[in-house]
């Protein structure tokens, strides 16, 4: 019998996860000042040391503060010596977490420290971000990311599948929620405010700050004993649209939709003992910076309102670039750790307009046991 | 040594400025070309469907793409963002609508900005034509921006060889970032120091080193520097090299000599220049002081201070 490729012959989890609180300037610290108390968090939580480790990952993008090989200053809060396997991802963190679950799969490692940082404050993010985009093209004619987002929420309110007002109850849930999130940037309902670009109010947007996350994966009997109940990651997959935005269909994320069906985001739960009558997934957190993406990504995934989107307050309540996606399935894995979901859906997403995504589907041990 | 207190946040501005020079693929450097005539050129993709813009290879066969066709300069909005603050580099300096304009004879929408009086004026579906830039170089801005214009939609292609005189083969894209930058605590702390002529260091709690300048953090021991700890002023030569090569806009005469120094208290080397001794005088355990120059917020250089060598034995760590 062929083996399924999406079921790994090692179980790998994430066991331990701590963000900083994320603020809008962080001026009295640098990156590694920033980044450090997590990293002390997660090992703390899991009573690992860095010699403990088997692989580092990172995610981080010099662009964000203007600072060349700011990823290499930041390992010096990991305590890199003797030297250590280590990698990093100028991308999102949750790509480090998905090159580290790689690894764990392999077997050239039981435990990972995977973590993200972004100050997004020295610098305008809404142009930093213009210089991710086709630089023939699109990056001479510095269309923002809240332009780029704005053009898709319009193609959505055309399509019929939102409109102003369902975007308004989006951003108010995600900072209702946040009032829960001790962590989160924008805690509690706010108004809309003025269009910043329409059909884009400064309420569909997400805050600009800084802030760090990191999160320990540990494999099958280690991570039971560094964890009471550790999220099992059933699946994980990734995808990439066309960079041009002109060919895409913008209010589908086909890229969502296949990373989730290879995740198994769609399958009935398959942990050890099955979780018969369980719905597929209770909670999903997903990685939408602005209210419109989030219509688009419950579309792709086909959540139903039984599904809890976004406790956390998701990323309209916290955005720091390169670590909101990791947080996502941080969070995710947390609400698991703490028996509030038996089985979530996290996503990160990169590039304007979701251009592409990730999605990961965590599991905790059937309380029965 | 005392702890580090907190001390007011330095800033300064930081610009991070460079012009990307790209080369074009054969179909680019066609649009681009075509762009400066006022020609607007599409691509055939292995399915059929033009592409406007066009790229060199199918996006989804990854096939080699060459076959052209000259499009219309007139088109249609499909989606559309009123911008009611343009930013430095966008195409207009008044308000205007961000538009996504699928040409007619195209199948794809092609990004840029439409000249409109207002959000009323802006809908889906709307028709719009191309409004040329003035001086046209082979390039996206060519298009200075579109604008509203009424016609009917003739969605024909004509075949088009691409071939134009003097093609471009490259564009120059400059970009530029403004920042604010500041240094965090340590580097505060040290910067801070530096004003008064003293340079500081932050010891590790674990290890105990002492780092020059402090980062903040003790990249063995992956823990805080906290304690501060004022070093030198006096150090040592650990290793030097000699530099025969000038440097840009550097008003140092050659050959002169850039040393690694390791400040008394010091638990590493800094580097600095070596001034005042011929260069091939300078020696491994060199005794040396810094010498500051009025205004300067860092030592100019480091000389003999008159002290005899160092015993490689108390300085062969720092190396």
Redesign the interface.
Known sequence: MTPDPRTPDREVAIVAFAQTVHRRRT???????ML?PV??DVLRQTGLK?SDIGFTCSGSSD?L???AFSFT?A???????PPISESHVEMDGAWALYEAWVKLLTGQADTALVYAYGKSS???V???L??QLD??????????SV??A??????LI?AGHTDEPALASVAARSREDATANPHAQLPGRRPQGD?V????RTGDCPPVGDGAAAVVLAVGDTARALCARPAWIRGMDHRIE?H????RD?TDSPSTRLAAERAGAFDLPHGPQGMGGAPNVDTAELHAPFSSQEVVLRRALDLDDGVRVNPSGGALAANPMMAAGLIRLGEAAARIHRGASDRALAHATSGPCLQQNLVAVLEGDSRAR | MSAAPVPDTLRAPLVVEFPFTRSLGPVQSAFLTGLRERTVLGVRAADGRVLVPPVEYDPETAAELRELVEVGATGTVTTWAWNPEPRAGQPLTTPFAWVLVRLDGADTTLLHALDAPGPDAVRTGMRVRVRWATERAGAITDIACFEPYESADVHGTRPHDGVFDDPVGGIVAPARLDYTYSPGRAQTGYLQALTERKTVGERCPSCTKVYVPPRGACPTCGVATTDRVEVGPRGTVTTFCIVNIKAKNLDIEVPYVYAHIALDGAGLALHGRIGGIPYDQVRMGLRVEPVWTEGSRYPDHYRHCGEPDADYDAYKELL
């Open positions: 001026d009295e610290l640098s990156e590694v000042e450090m990293l002390h860095t662009y503060a203007g600072r200053m390992l010096d809060g990991v305590g890199a010596w020295p610098g305008s809404r142009d930093v213009t210089r630089p023939y093209y699109l990056a001479p004619l510095w269309p923002d332009a780029l704005a053009l898709q929420a319009r193609a055309d269009y670009v329409a059909p884009l066309a041009a935005l002109g060919l913008l």
